[in-house]
């Protein structure tokens, strides 16, 4: 008899995170989810991530898979490749997380629960709604910055979500067919801006889970100048752009 249990993969972007990876696999195995697999995309990372990643998907805990892009051309460009590929492979809900373990992986059950119970397109894992919370090791103007670009964000394309700029999500495979994932052009924060502006558009339904966001455990953050003016100049080009 085939099991109903929807199949669920984790795109993971990766770019020197030999350190982290692993754990975050042994995470992902220990959750109570049957047809879990989880697909690297490793961005030619020069630690070493990409075998770390192969070794894993020949003897690790858990269904993995890697895709290895010769060049390294932004979070945005990276998660667009896993997904499409996730989808090629079947793949009936896509989660989004970071390697460096921010994002709670204990959560996931619960956000693949409410894509199933709910009207829900998409569900994100969210810093600021209600029980959500941020890692204590954050200085003040981190929390600022955030609390700021949320507002920024939500002011100009009136999104309704608490955590505009949130890059833990579970998407349902249509949903992500509905938006055209393959057109999306933007990078780092404008990146997850846009796919929710574009769910927003459609009519569809976005929803939110409690998450503790979590200081990354090694390694350095790749967040970039220009990836900052581009999330800034983001959300007035989708206001004032073409519509979809």
Excluded: C
Aim: aromatic share 6%; charged share 25%.
């Amino acid at each position: 008899m085939e099991s109903s249990s929807p199949k669920v993969t984790v795109v993971v972007p990766t770019y020197d995170e030999r350190d982290n990876l692993p754990v975050l696999v042994d995470l992902l195995a220990g959750l109570d989810l049957p047809d879990l697999h989880v697909l690297v995309v490793d961005d030619n990372s020069p630690d070493g991530t990409g075998a770390v990643a192969d070794a894993l998907a020949a003897s690790g805990p858990v269904p993995l898979s890697v895709l290895h892009r010769t060049e390294k051309n932004g979070l945005g460009r990276a998660y667009v490749a896993g997904m499409l590929k996730a989808l090629d492979e079947g793949a009936d809900i896509v989660v989004q997380m970071d390697a460096d373990l921010s994002h709670p992986a204990s959560v996931i059950p619960t956000m693949v629960r409410t894509l199933a119970e709910t009207d829900a397109a998409v569900v994100i894992g969210s810093r600021y709604v209600e029980g959500g919370s941020v890692a204590g090791e954050w200085e003040w103007h981190r929390k600022a910055l955030s609390a700021w670009a949320n507002i920024y964000v939500n002011t100009i394309l009136r999104l309704g979500v608490k955590d505009a700029t949130a890059g833990f999500k579970a998407w349902h495979a249509a949903t992500l067919r509905k938006i055209d994932i393959g057109s999306i052009r933007s990078n780092g924060y404008a990146f997850q801006v846009e796919m929710n502006y574009r769910v927003t558009q459609r009519g569809m339904r976005i929803r939110e889970v409690p998450i503790r966001f979590e200081e990354r455990a090694e390694g350095t953050s790749k967040m970039s100048f220009a990836v900052q003016v581009e999330s800034a100049r983001m959300p007035w080009k989708l206001r004032f752009g073409r519509k979809p």
